[in-house]
Structure formats: C-alpha cells, structure tokens
C-alpha cells in the first residue's frame, strides 16, 4: 500500500509524477561522496545539481513519486527569480515535495564547491533523521512522517517499511 503525502482530494493535477523526468548525465559528483540512500539526479556541468533521496521507494509503490525528497544546488535562490548576470552565491535547498521546502536547512555559500559540500551535509543530517520534517507541514502527516522516518535515521537498515492503515494523510 502507498502511504500519502498529501490527500488525494487536494493532489494538484499533473503531481502523479515527479517534476524531474529523468536522470541526466553526471559530469563530477560521484555516489560515493553521498550519504547514504542518496543519489545524482542531475548535474549540470558547473551549474545546477540536484540530488534525490532513495528514488528506488519513491516510485510509486512503496512511497508516491511526487513526494520524492530532493536537495538542490544551485546558482539561483530557491525564493526568486534568476539574476542577470549570473550572481555569485550558491543556494542549497531541501524539498520534501515539489512545493515543500525545509526552509530551516536553506544555505547560501560563495561558489559551487562549498554549497556541494553543504549539500552533502544537509543529506547526511537527512540521512541520519536529523532535520525536524513534521515541523515543514502546516498540519500532521503522521502516517507518512512515521514512514519516512523508518527509512532514516540510526536505525536505518535501507529496508522499505511495511505500510500499515489506509493511504490517506493529512494536508498542509
């Protein structure tokens, strides 16, 4: 059974699939330099890096697709439009969702090298079912957060957990 993270009735149309398509080609981030359960989604050759965690749940089986968390690079801020002239700083971002941002992790760093190296700490403390995930939604999603936390956290044996109840959850 999928555990929600959102309900249903209030899924916004085209959410029954991720925003990111398809794994593009990885021009220096290796896997190993990532945490655990996290991968290469996207890199652009000295631009924008996107990472996914556990994108082998959040298929749509185990856990909705949509609600795949992702970790952004990038030279343009998560609140604004891009800059003219390509701007210097480098934003880190966490999404739960597409439209759910763990703001209380968002960085800013001087160039590229230092906002990865960011990323990968925000993904480790991720990892490690540091970060406050329940306090990013508006109202509960017991349900899902439980499930989530079972794939994180010091416990974390990579296992999908067994969904128990129904799939709906709580709305932010």
Do not use: K
Not at 38 to 45: I, L, S
Not at 133 to 141: K, T
């Amino acid at each position: 059974m999928v555990v929600s993270c959102h309900t249903p009735e209030l899924r916004a149309p085209g959410l029954n699939r991720h925003p990111l398509r398809r794994p593009g080609v990885h021009s220096g981030m290796s896997e190993r330099d990532l945490p655990d359960g996290w991968r290469v989604w996207n890199e652009e050759p000295g631009g924008q890096v996107v990472f996914v965690f556990r994108p082998d749940v959040f298929e749509g089986e185990s856990f909705p697709a949509e609600c795949l968390p992702t970790l952004h690079v990038s030279p343009r801020s998560p609140d604004g439009p891009p800059r003219r002239g390509g701007g210097s700083e480098w934003h880190v971002a966490l999404y739960l969702e597409p439209t759910v941002r763990v703001r209380s992790r968002d960085e800013t760093h001087p160039d590229r090298e230092t906002a990865l190296a960011a990323a990968v700490d925000v993904a480790a403390a991720f990892s490690r079912g540091e970060i406050d995930l329940a306090g990013v939604y508006q109202l509960p999603r017991e349900e899902y957060l439980s499930e989530l936390d079972a794939l994180t956290g010091d416990e974390h044996d990579g296992d999908v957990p067994e969904s128990g109840g129904d799939d709906t959850s709580h709305t932010e």
